[in-house]
């Protein structure tokens, strides 16, 4: 099976649609699957849902989507960088769903393995809870958290072999990887790729046969959400 791709662009031909429900790893600016989001802005394709730990930051990340008009909603845990998201959201043109990141997080993974929902004390007592069952265990209220399963999910590796075995490096693992299971097909990209027995087994994050398609999308810039600097201190 063919897993390894030239570009973004190839590697998402056939799968994009409008109205399509997307997993989108990253943390920040940290691990987000840059090469594909600008294929997905190219492809032009709209009307997204996307669940995602945060919509980027003004013309990076997924605020590059969301200033194209791309994405009907959000479905996010942090979105307090992002000027557009706010304009949007204000005045009615973006659907949010806002997510405690914990939860996030676990709905994904829950997804990934097969579980509709869970329930979770998290939320409770709070706007989180509104419209969702509330369930008592123990004389504790748990609220009732559906798991999320996408039509696709992009994310971004650190190093993959052939096989499409990927290892994450630090913040990045926080969401690639249970994202990377919630959904119908996952799509990585990735700093560098190995021949197969290059990585120790025991170093992988993600097994092979949850990636369907990988590309090589290096070289890649660090960006940095907040640049602080001072005046150099002279004696």
């Known amino acids: 099976m063919k897993k390894i ?3 973004a662009t190839t590697a998402l031909e056939g799968l994009l649609f409008d109205g399509m429900h997307l997993c989108v790893g990253g943390f920040g600016l940290c691990g987000i699957p840059e090469r594909l989001i ?4 190219a492809d032009g394709v709209k009307d997204l849902t996307i669940a995602s730990n945060n919509a980027g930051i003004d013309n990076e990340g997924l605020g590059k989507l969301l200033r194209s008009k791309q994405v009907k909603k959000m479905i996010s845990s942090y979105v307090g960088e992002n ?3 706010e304009r949007q959201f204000l005045s009615g043109e973006l659907e949010v769903e806002f997510c405690p990141q914990g939860t996030l997080a676990e709905r ?5 393995a097969g579980i509709p929902g869970f329930y979770t004390k998290t939320g409770v007592g709070t706007q989180v809870a509104e419209g969702k069952e509330v369930k008592s ?3 504790e209220d748990y609220i009732l958290e559906r798991g999320i399963y996408a039509d696709l ?3 971004k590796g650190w190093k993959a072999d052939k096989a499409g075995n990927l290892i994450f490096r630090k913040t990045a693992r926080n969401f690639n990887a249970p994202m990377a299971t ?7 990209e990735v700093e560098e790729i190995v021949e197969v027995g290059e990585l120790d087994p025991d170093a992988i994050h993600l097994p092979s046969i949850y990636v369907k398609r990988l590309i090589d999308g290096s070289p890649y810039d660090k960006k940095i959400e907040f640049r602080m600097t001072r005046e150099r201190e002279t004696a």
């Open 5 to 7: 791709y030239s570009d």
């Open 38 to 41: 600008d294929a997905l802005q």
């Open 83 to 85: 000027k557009e998201f």
């Open 108 to 112: 994904c993974r829950a997804g990934g």
């Open 137 to 139: 265990f123990d004389g």
């Open 153 to 155: 999910c992009l994310i």
């Open 182 to 188: 919630a959904g119908k097909i996952c799509v990585a």
